[in-house]
């Protein structure tokens, strides 16, 4: 379940032809296997990865991985892209009376040996789907991940995506960002299942992990906020499926096959289906070295590790990937769950755990052919649809007509989930902790993105998005801490316990997001026009790329007044009037430095910009704002005549 590395030097054209030649013997190599019965057959065993967030006191992103890593000093844990996260991976095991305390205890274990390494570190662990808190700042190359693996494939999608991948996602807000990098990848956090399959049964039970993860994703949706907006309730999926998005532009009109991918249809005779489409679909992005090709291992009667397929396997991103390994000396197949977001706790992922093994063992019966029961398109749209609106959802099941998702998880679902829970020798105690825990989700209409969304309505909107963002993020890391199903969350305190120093630390907390803007040749009438209509002092000026050109101020407009240059009729332009090189500071300069750099420069605004793009602004009136709340904190706290409510008191 590890991280295949490649070499630094891997996007060399031989190494790349010499690895072509070994992915197709893998895969030839993976074909005699199958047919000769080398590959186990007969045997469930079941493994995990969990992916965790490390945050700093104030629930922001804390990039200290590495750090964590050498304290924990043990292979089991492994860096993400991001240095922001962390994976911990759960060995396979055989599926038995107790494997769903085993797992539980094995996930608890790992994630609070995370948590011990981080808080010497002063940061701690968030199980998440997407940090609220994590800003563009974050997903810059500064927090890639250091591994020749990461910036290789870095590199070269990259460079396919010509410079810049473009995200737009459609929810509650609308989200739309052009990057250029493949760190949006870092902002996703989950869960993933794996379970062992035998190669005759392979292509039935990987088509049902395919019906199935649409209200997999529905009862599980955690991550609503995505860079202070509120989209998908698993906005992972739509944001993944994009971040990754490197196909040109004749590819889009075409409609060719993306990395992140659901699939296009079923498996119809084999999985070697899936490993063929992969191989004619998509170019090879990395390689490894191969030093013996593995039909040359299997023919000495050894058993291949199949390198060059593992790791063109490890870049395209099937929400269920059908994997090869070896357990115990034998080789096997195994469906690998990827569509599950971290969190809310360990409790909440076993328990979606315990629903995911026991609807594909209660399924497993009632379908020996599920294509002949479901339609891939309906398949399909329920995923995205559970994305969307997770809980909310309606769904089409086989051929009854569309049902709300808590109608089918409640009266269809869950008693096939535990049935196949029974089936496997599932202790009753488990079946009715765990399942229970799924009933009473669906029943309170509460999963983490629901709690999410409820906490961030209930925050003083007067606050800008991304304080709310930070205390949404602190908000979660508070209620983990206690181990309860995210069903029994309340919801805070309208301004929760958050210390001031975190929420107005940086200028990007503080910042108007909201900015009304120019162009270089709009008439000066239309920032006069804008001042007015919205109380404003002061206009950003972009060019057509959206680039910061300049700033016109109120007391530029008065000085143009003044010299009698504006009379009615004529055609002055921004361009004449704006002040071209304004200072201007960044989302994560301190706020103190911003006042600073004001008082210096003696300007009452700094535009707010990320590679010259405008990204917000800050003004005196946003820092006054910020005085007067903290004043107006500082007298709630004590008593109408200055003193302290405990003075008062007595």
């Not at 080398?38 to 990039?63: C, T, W």
């Not at 994997?323 to 409790?347: K, N, Q, W």
């Amino acid at each position: 379940m590890g991280k295949l590395e490649v070499r630094a030097e891997g996007h060399d054209e031989e190494g790349r032809r010499g690895f072509a030649r070994a992915l197709l013997d893998d895969l030839t190599t993976l074909e005699r296997m199958m047919a000769s019965g080398m590959i186990e057959n007969g045997v469930r065993r079941i493994g995990a990865e969990q992916e965790m967030f490390l945050v700093d006191h104030s629930g922001r992103p804390a990039p200290v991985s590495l750090k964590v890593l050498e304290r924990l000093g043990d292979d089991r844990f492994i860096p993400e892209i991001g240095l922001f996260n962390i994976e911990f991976t759960v060995a396979p095991r055989l599926i038995g009376a107790d494997f769903l305390q085993w797992l539980h205890t094995s996930l608890t274990e790992g994630v609070e040996r995370v948590r011990e390494a981080a808080r010497g570190l002063g940061a701690d662990v968030v199980l998440v789907g997407i940090l609220p808190s994590i800003e563009l700042a974050d997903l810059s190359l500064g927090n890639l991940t250091p591994r020749a693996r990461y910036q290789e494939l870095n590199r070269v999608m990259s460079a396919m995506a010509g410079g810049e991948l473009r995200t737009l996602i459609n929810g509650t807000d609308q989200l739309q960002i052009t990057h250029d990098n493949m760190m949006l990848e870092a902002a996703n956090t989950s869960l993933q299942l794996h379970l062992q399959v035998g190669p005759e049964e392979a292509p039935n039970l990987y088509n049902l992990a395919q019906v199935i993860t649409g209200p997999m994703v529905a009862v599980a949706a955690n991550a609503p906020l995505f860079l202070h907006h509120r989209l998908w309730h698993e906005t992972r999926i739509a944001l993944f499926e994009q971040s990754l998005d490197i196909r040109s532009a004749p590819g889009r009109i075409r409609d060719t096959w993306q990395r992140v991918t659901f699939g296009r249809d079923w498996i119809h005779a084999s999985v070697l289906e899936i490993y063929r489409e992969q191989v004619a679909r998509h170019r090879i992005l990395l390689h490894v070295d191969v030093d013996t090709p593995s039909s040359v291992i299997l023919a000495a009667g050894g058993i291949p590790t199949l390198p060059a397929l593992a790791a063109h396997n490890g870049t395209i991103y099937r929400w269920n990937r059908l994997c090869y390994g070896i357990s115990d000396g034998r080789p096997h197949l195994r469906i690998e769950h990827r569509a599950l977001p971290a969190g809310p706790t360990v409790l909440d992922e076993v328990s979606n755990a315990a629903f995911f093994y026991g609807l594909m063992a209660g399924l497993s019966d009632t379908y020996d052919d599920v294509r002949q029961a479901f339609r891939f398109d309906d398949i399909k749209t329920n995923f995205l649809t559970a994305a969307r609106y997770g809980l909310d959802a309606s769904m089409r099941w086989a051929d009854s007509d569309v049902v709300p998702v808590r109608e089918l998880v409640l009266e269809t679902l869950l008693p096939i989930a535990r049935r196949g829970l029974t089936r496997v020798g599932t202790t009753e105690h488990d079946i009715s902790r765990y399942l229970g825990i799924i009933e009473q989700r669906v029943r309170t209409g509460q999963n983490g993105a629901r709690w999410q969304l409820d906490v961030w309505d209930r925050l003083d909107n007067s606050r800008t998005r991304t304080i709310r963002s930070q205390r949404v993020s602190r908000a979660i890391l508070r209620a983990q801490q206690d181990e309860d199903p995210v069903h029994t969350w309340g919801l805070p305190d309208r301004e929760m316990d958050t210390r001031w120093q975190d929420l107005y630390r940086t200028v990007g907390q503080v910042m108007t997001t909201d900015v009304f803007t120019v162009s270089p040749d709009d008439l000066v009438d239309v920032a006069a026009s804008l001042m007015q209509w919205k109380h404003i002092r002061h206009v950003p000026v972009e060019d057509a790329a959206g680039n910061l050109v300049g700033l016109v101020s109120y007391r530029a407009l008065l000085r143009l007044v003044a010299e009698g240059r504006h009379e009615t009729g004529s055609s002055v332009a921004v361009r004449e009037l704006m002040h071209a090189q304004p200072v201007t500071t960044t989302p994560q300069t301190t706020c103190l430095e911003a006042v600073d750099l004001m008082r210096r420069h003696g300007v009452g605004c700094l535009p707010v910009v990320l590679d010259n793009r405008l990204v917000g602004i800050v003004s005196e009136r946003d820092f006054l704002g910020v005085a007067a709340r903290l004043f107006e904190d500082e007298v709630r706290a004590a008593g109408t005549d200055g003193t302290s409510s405990e003075e008062t008191s007595q």
